[in-house]
């Protein structure tokens, strides 16, 4: 859906700093952290239907950045070339602005969740900086519909948070906002030092997947030829319960045991595939816990390498993150996704059905109708094994 109003905005976004003193330390991000495909921010849009007290959301911002104070720091070149958080307390970008021909309604039309456009930028003023470096982490913007409803935009720089850190800032950030007592405070933990390379480096085998390019027997580079050719146009179809459990139950009796996660996972890659049609000889990888988990034991490699994604399918599950429950004052949000769509694959949750799933993944223009097809082939819910699964 595009948005062509223009967000009308009353004053300049604001600077929020710490309401406390915070440590004035220079933060060290590990390899993992630091990585060139994580610079970038997490967008995050939510879009509730009632009202918010946005003074009393940019105070309890100001609280809660006292115990995530790296958010409110800056970005930039360590001495070594990394980079580092310097925890300065600038403070986070705060913005306010209003839609009044706009309602929260309009984001659930014609579907369970809303495809997004590349207008909805404008619901996030502040976030357009081309460099990541000396620029406030955490931009947000709350926008007054004129149904009366409010969305809630934030992007959190990658580097500093993953999306469960960042699941979990916004968790306490809508706790103080309504005023909550702490019973499930959760002090987040900074320091990342124990990820430090070892000295000297023991990497034990190559690492084929991070490295920018193969190399074939005599030794010239191959570039891995790009799938994503042409303007992009996002797809997602929301999964039941019941067509997980019939993915699941696909995988017997080759799988002993298959999460939701790994079955959805198959069958979306197996989509994805299909709809681009790469070359018979294109070997093209799924990108998942496995690869996230080797990931992990690569601390003492660099972290200006990547793993080649040209012929990759990233998927990333805020499914487990509770974000469909964030109250900031208005009650659950009805729209939970991001702010754009990408070429990774986001598995999201569905507002009112927590074994559901929706599937969002840009692909080039001419693949995106095959994908919705390929999305649906199989599901069809047509005897009452499935409704009884479904109702379970």
């Known amino acids: 859906m595009e948005i062509a109003a223009e967000c009308e905005h009353h004053m300049e976004p604001v600077l929020v700093a710490p309401s406390q003193p915070t440590p004035g330390h220079t933060l060290y991000l590990s390899n993992l952290d630091d990585q060139c495909l994580l610079r970038f921010s997490v967008e995050f849009l939510f879009v509730f239907a009632g009202a918010v007290d946005v003074d009393a959301l940019r105070t309890a911002l100001s609280r809660v950045l006292v115990d995530y104070y790296p958010l409110a720091g800056r970005l930039g070149p360590g001495d070594d070339g990394k980079l580092v958080v310097d925890c300065n307390a600038e403070g986070a970008l705060f913005g306010e602005g209003s839609l009044p021909g706009l309602t929260a309604d309009e984001f659930l039309r014609g579907s369970v969740i809303a495809k997004p456009h590349e207008s909805w930028r404008k619901l996030l003023r502040g976030a357009e900086a081309r460099s990541f470096l000396a620029v406030p982490p955490l931009v947000v913007q709350v926008t007054h519909l004129g149904c009366g409803g409010t969305v809630l935009c934030s992007a959190i720089s990658h580097c500093l948070c993953d999306g469960i850190g960042a ?226």
């Not at 002090?187 to 997947?209: G, K, M």
């Not at 067509?243 to 939701?260: F, G, N």
């Not at 507002?351 to 223009?365: H, I, K, Q, Y």
């Open 167 to 392: 699941a979990q800032f916004l968790h306490a950030w809508a706790r103080v906002a309504r005023f909550e007592a702490a019973d499930h405070h959760v002090t987040p933990f900074h320091d990342r030092s124990v990820l430090r390379p070892r000295c000297p480096p023991r990497i034990a085998f190559e690492h084929q997947e991070y490295a920018m390019n193969s190399l074939p027997g005599d030794g010239d580079p191959v570039v891995t030829p790009s799938l994503f050719v042409g303007p992009l146009a996002p797809v997602s179809l929301t999964f039941t319960g019941a067509h997980v459990q019939r993915l699941k139950d696909r995988c017997a009796p080759w799988l002993e045991e298959c999460t939701s996660f790994e079955a959805l996972a198959a069958h979306v890659w197996r989509a994805w595939v299909r709809s681009l049609g790469p070359p018979s000889d294109l070997r093209v990888n799924r990108a998942g816990p496995v690869f996230w988990e080797t990931l992990g034991e690569l601390g003492d490699m660099s972290p200006y390498g990547r793993p080649c994604l040209s012929a990759s399918l990233v998927i990333s599950a805020w499914t487990r993150m509770g974000l469909e429950d964030l109250d900031i004052g208005a009650g659950r949000p009805v729209h939970v996704g991001p702010l754009t769509s990408e070429t990774y694959c986001l598995f999201l949750p569905v507002v009112d059905d927590p074994r559901g799933v929706t599937a969002l993944v840009s692909v080039p223009e001419a693949a995106a109708e095959r994908l919705e097809d390929d999305f649906l082939h199989g599901l069809e819910l047509d005897d009452m094994h499935d409704v009884e699964n479904d109702e379970q």
